[in-house]
């Protein structure tokens, strides 16, 4: 088959969402997944719930983990002050790829990290990691200079919320205050790690129902502060 999902989605935003404008770019995205082929982005309803996070958090240093086509990328990025940084890592090259092409087409300046052509430190706002998260995680403070993260928007796969999240603890990548904002912890569901952050005295935790990305299907989003 000629074209894979996420570059039917490209084509569709790069024909009919007006370049440099973001939000342009972000509802031609919802309305391709809503009308034409459901993909995996947080959609508007729970892209709600970020953005109000987001706003409340005022981060100045973003992770996310599972970039995917980059629609919370967008949507977290959109709200940022210049001297922010949102660094968001994907294991799987074509979904990057396509990422950093509606990055383009939004006028969101960013950049592949993995890419050495670009000079060196945080020129622009946006930093795409090409890999396994449980491999970059440990490298962050190093490579990139970074001491800790305001905010974590989890997003990735499953079973690699737990997983990931005593990794950040064990960097010393989370100070007391930093947020979690896990996405899919209903479906398809992260009960080990809602079970961790729910009981651990570490974390409080709230739970934000809401519904599947365009589908009338029960999810929810958990925000979990980290209180060090
Ligand atoms: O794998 C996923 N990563 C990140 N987000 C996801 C997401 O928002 C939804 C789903 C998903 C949900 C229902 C279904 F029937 C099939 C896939 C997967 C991911
Ligand atoms: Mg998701």
Not at 173 to 192: E, F, Q, R
Not at 212 to 223: A, F, H
Request: overall charge neutral; charged content about 25%; hydrophobic content about 35%.
């Amino acid at each position: 088959s000629g074209t894979t999902r996420p570059m039917r989605i490209l084509h569709y935003v790069q024909r009919s969402a007006k370049c440099g404008d973001v939000l342009s770019v972000i509802s031609a995205i919802d309305s391709f997944c809503s009308k034409v082929e459901w993909a995996m982005n947080v959609g508007d309803k729970k892209g709600e719930i970020l953005d109000a996070v987001v706003l409340e958090t005022r981060p100045r240093y973003v992770l996310e983990l599972g970039t995917y086509c980059g629609y919370s990328t967008m949507r977290i990025a959109r709200l940022l002050p210049p001297g922010a940084r949102l660094i968001t890592i994907e294991m799987n090259s074509h979904y990057a790829q396509v990422a950093k092409e509606l990055f383009q087409h939004a006028g969101l300046d960013a950049q592949d990290k993995s890419a050495e052509k670009r000079p060196a430190g945080p020129t622009c706002k946006v930093e795409l990691l090409l890999g396994s998260s449980s491999v970059l995680i440990p490298q962050l403070k190093k490579k990139l200079d970074i001491d800790k993260f305001d905010l974590v928007f989890i997003d990735h796969w499953k079973v690699s919320y737990l997983p990931d999240t005593r990794l950040l603890e064990e960097c010393g990548l989370l100070k007391s205050g930093s947020v979690l904002l896990a996405d899919n912890v209903t479906c398809p569901g992260a009960p080990d790690y809602l079970e961790y952050v729910r009981n651990s005295p570490r974390y409080r935790s709230q739970y934000f129902p809401s519904q599947l990305e365009y589908l009338q299907v029960e999810d929810g989003v958990e925000k979990s502060v980290f209180l060090g």
